[in-house]
């Protein structure tokens, strides 16, 4: 069975940077997407980036690049979204979801239980 555990979510500061991980376990992931998605409050959940967990490919929402990075650790079975240059709209619960193949912004089967983003103006 998939789990997934996000943490690294807090209050931060507009102009400032926050990495979430997301610690993978249950199977071997090579094959799978590992996506992180947001939910703004009152707002339905949107996909924000993903990695192809073998080959390293990784795949953005337009309103993110240039800020955010995903990436992965092998070792630790952990993926990450490094986001830098918050602003307010950043705000948002973050769930880490994997699924088996492609494509990346849909379609995932485990989700994760989120983490609580909030960027002060």
């Known amino acids: 069975q998939v789990q997934l555990v996000e943490s690294g979510g807090r209050l931060v500061q507009a102009g400032g940077s926050l990495r979430l991980s997301c610690a993978a376990s249950g199977r071997s992931f090579t094959s799978y997407s590992l996506g992180w998605f947001r939910q703004p409050p009152g707002k339905e959940r949107e996909f924000v980036a993903a990695i192809s967990w073998g080959l390293g490919t990784t795949y953005y929402e337009d309103s993110v690049k240039g800020r955010f990075t995903i990436f992965r650790d092998s070792a630790k079975v952990t993926v990450y979204l490094q986001m830098n240059s918050l602003k307010p709209e950043d705000t948002a619960v973050y769930y880490c979801?994997?699924?088996?193949?492609?494509?990346?912004?849909?379609?995932?089967?485990?989700w994760g239980q989120g983490t609580q983003v909030t960027v002060s103006s």
């Open positions: 979801a994997a699924k088996l193949g492609v494509p990346f912004v849909r379609d995932y089967n485990y």
